[in-house]
């Protein structure tokens, strides 16, 4: 007995046997109705080749059409759709069949192939068998055919080691890859590439990186016109180009009219449809298709082309211009003649109508025309009529009259048109086709009393044949008959040019031009070279009228006053026929003093006074003659002036830079230097005025220093320093326990006592005791100006005086410490100025202002009537000088003059003249 699981595999078993016996009984009742198909192993592996092998089991019930192999790479792609098939036709019997096969191969890649019986019915494959290639020979190219053709044609390439697989078969025409469409060991069929541009192009082949090249090129067709219709045409027309050759795609072919491009519609192998474009010229003209730029076909003078013509061929201005053509009505209009807009004012698809514009300005103006992006230009072929003058009216003439031109031609806008008379350009009043009016220009410069008239317009020059006539001007008389040089004269008469300008006057040989004018009299002002005698003269547009009925009035000189006259002193001189012109007279009368060659301006002048001030510049003392000049009549005042000068000059300082030096007075000797440049201390002897070098500085460069002296010792006070200069040893002490002195010191002396302010807008105010060597601070300065920048000061009967730089002045009292205010001065606001006192009064001025001007002004202070008078002004204005007084008198030396140079002069102030 069998166990349990045993019998159960027994019955299963059984059971199955039973079945499959019962099965194969039913297929032998069976008819089989499709064919069956065995693959066997490939042989005969080589270079040259391969050996397939196959059997055909049973041909099943339908006859079998077509038995044999299909071979491929891809194991997925071994059917009759995608693989290379080995047709080896019909069968009747099943058995075993072959075939050898000659095909590239590439080494060591591995392949497939099956067989297949075909049917009417029923295609049936074996399976696929694999192998391994073992290379193969290179291709070899024995002919293609044809060897001439077009593009997408087939072409066919003969020879050997082609592989049966149309992928592993690379075809070139030149560079160019065409499409294989069969392929075998022998055979290739494939399509002329449709980029091929050149006419002959190398046949290459490539199977696994061996390759053959064909002995000989294909070649092209080249593209062949047979026929244009229509040959003739407008732009915008369309054509059509029959033919053979031309390329499949449009946008490869190019056609061209005369080297004009053409818009191309659509195109064929055999037609093409295209625009005749703008810009071409008349006539017949060659047609040429042209495919990549490089193949072409031509045919001459195979179209003929009508570009739109105008009418008429001359005109004038606001004619009407015609167009004539075709297809106007195609796109939007544009019209310019001579570079203006022309407006069209008829449309229609045959006819464009215009106007000239009245701006044309040449001869031949260039027409274009555009219609849509299509332009026309039409170059000397219109022609712009000359204008014609035919008369003109009146032919005698005078200025600011109105002329009429008639004539033909003429520009209807008055402003483009130029009429010269005389070759001066007048005024158009009015202006229309056949008529001008203008007014006569002024200026017309005549030959004989007569001148020609131009016209100019539209780019013409036109002159009328005839001459105009402008009378000669007349003079009648002079109002006044007789004058005086700088005063107004009138000269009558008729025919003057009633532009001031272009009247000339003449005064024996000398040339004025009239400042007024009208056609019946000129004013002019009489020229100082005028003789007693001269001719007078008028000149219009060069004509002359010439008379001798005048003559200038005698200058004479009565008396002048005062005799005694100081700089800044006015003079009164009387007499007769002086000029009394307001606009000329101050030029025109001249005052000329014997000292120098300068001639003095009047401060107020009639016929017979002139006022005059002696010039602050003047520096002169004693009798000086004084003349009066009018034009060339110069006459000499009776007897001379007397000239009083209060200022002196003393000597020359013999110093390096006088700028900023210190100054302080003992006894009869002045002792001064120590500026920014230079530190040596000079002494000056008053009573014989000499000059000598003591000693140098020996403290820090001084820069608006002060000093003061008591005794028989100068003190200087410098910043940080402050030292002293004893004068019988020769020798400086510094001095200790000072304030410090800021820029801008300044310094006075009461009895003993220096007093002292700091400077740099300081208010501190101090006390120096030479007795102790004590400072002491004091009361500081009062006023309300920020303004404590280098004021002065001067010394009154024991009372010390401030003046700031706005004219403040205030005194001090050293007994009661106090500080009192006193009347101003009127000076203008300044800086560096020097102030000394003289005979019991002060005196402050020079210096400079805020537009470094250097000012000479002086001005006195009555410390009892506290009252300001100004001075003499001094020769020169200076600033940074250093001044004292003696004897009565002030002096001021050194610092800065106008213009900025150095001042070596000490010059002497006499209050007393």
Known sequence: MFPKFSRTIFYSVLTGVLLLVATCEKEKRAIRVFPRTLTEEVTDISTDGVHFHGRILTLGSDPVTDHGFVFNDNPLKTDLLHGAAISLGPIDAPGPFDAW???????????????????????VYGQAVSFLGAGSNGPFISGIYPTIGTW?????????????????????????????????????????????????????????????????????????I????????????????????????????????????????????????????????????????????????????????YNPSLSPVKGTFRDTLSFHGKNFQTGNITIRIDEIPAEPFYVSDTLIQTGIPDEVQKHYPEILLSVGSHIFVFDSAYEMLPPVIKSVFPDTIFFNDPVTLKGSYFNPVKTLNKVYIGNILSTVLF?????????????????????????????????????????????????????????????????????????????????????????????????????????????????ASESKDFHLKKLEITDVSPINVYRGTTVTINGKNFCSNPETGKNTNKIFFSSDSYARKPVYFNHTELQFVIPNKLYAEGPSALSVQLGIQKVDLPGKLNMIEPW?????????????????????????????????????????????????????????????????????????????YYLKQNQWEKLNGNPYFPSGVISFVIGDRAYVVPGNDSVSFYEYNAQNRQWIRKKDLPGTTPKYFEPESFVINNTGYVIFNDGQLWTYDPDNDSWLE????????????????????????????????????????????????????SPVGLAYCFSFSWEGKGYVGAGYQT???????????DPLK
């Open 226 to 305: 047979e026929k244009i219709t229509p040959d003739n045409g407008f732009f915008n027309d369309t054509i059509l180009i029959t033919g053979k050759y031309f390329h499949p795609h449009t946008i490869y072919n190019h056609v061209l009219i005369d080297d004009h491009p053409l818009d191309i519609i659509s195109s064929s192998t055999s037609e093409i449809k295209a625009i005749v474009p703008s810009g071409l010229s008349n006539g017949s003209l060659d047609l040429r298709v042209l495919i990549f730029d490089s193949l072409s076909a031509i045919k001459k003078q195979a179209f003929t082309n």
């Open 101 to 123: 096969v000659q095909t590239a191969m590439n080494a060591s890649s591995e392949y497939y192939v099956c067989t297949y019986v075909k049917s009417k019915k029923y295609t």
């Open 152 to 224: 997408n044609d087939t072409i066919e390439i003969k020879g050997t080691n082609f592989s049966l697989l149309k992928p592993d078969n690379r075809v070139y025409f030149d560079t160019l890859t065409a499409s294989v469409l069969t392929a075998s060991d022998t055979s290739l069929k494939v399509k002329v590439p449709l980029l091929l541009q050149t006419k002959h192009a190398g046949i290459d082949i490539n199977v696994f990186n061996k390759k053959a090249r064909y002995k000989d090129n294909f070649s092209l067709f080249l593209p062949v």
């Open 822 to 873: 006193k009347k101003s001065c009127d000076l203008d606001y300044r800086y560096h100025m020097t102030a000394f006192s003289a005979n019991g009064k002060g005196y402050a001025g020079f210096g400079m202002n805020g537009y470094d001007d250097y000012l000479s002004d002086l001005w006195e202070y009555d410390p009892v009537a506290d009252q300001w008078t100004k001075k003499q002004f």
């Open 431 to 543: 202006a229309s086709q056949d008529s001008i009016t203008v007014t006569v220009p002024p200026g017309i410069h005549l030959a004989n009393g007569k001148t020609d008239l131009e016209l100019q317009t539209g780019g013409f020059s036109t002159r009328w044949s005839g001459q105009l006539i402008i009378p000669q001007p007349v003079i009648s008389e002079f109002s006044p008959d007789s004058g005086i040089v700088g005063e107004v004269l009138v000269i009558n008469g008729e025919n003057f040019n009633p532009v001031a300008n272009y009247n000339q006057v003449r005064f024996g040989d000398t040339a004025i031009n009239t400042f007024f004018s009208s056609p019946e009299y000129v004013k002019v002002i009489i020229p100082e070279n005028s003789d007693l005698n001269s001719s007078v003269s008028v000149l219009t547009n060069g004509q």
């Open 899 to 909: 213009s900025g140079y150095s001042n070596h002069i000490l010059y002497q102030f």
């Open 648 to 724: 002196k000059k003393i000597l020359t300082l013999n110093v390096s830079y006088p700028l900023n030096y210190i100054c302080s007075k003992i006894g009869t000797k002045v002792y001064f230097g120590i500026g920014p440049y230079d530190r040596t201390l000079y002494e000056l002897d008053l009573t014989n005025n000499t000059q000598k070098e003591l000693t140098l500085y020996p403290g820090n460069k001084a820069f608006n220093a002060a000093s003061f002296a008591l005794g028989d010792t100068i003190y200087i006070c410098n910043g940080g320093d402050f030292y002293a």
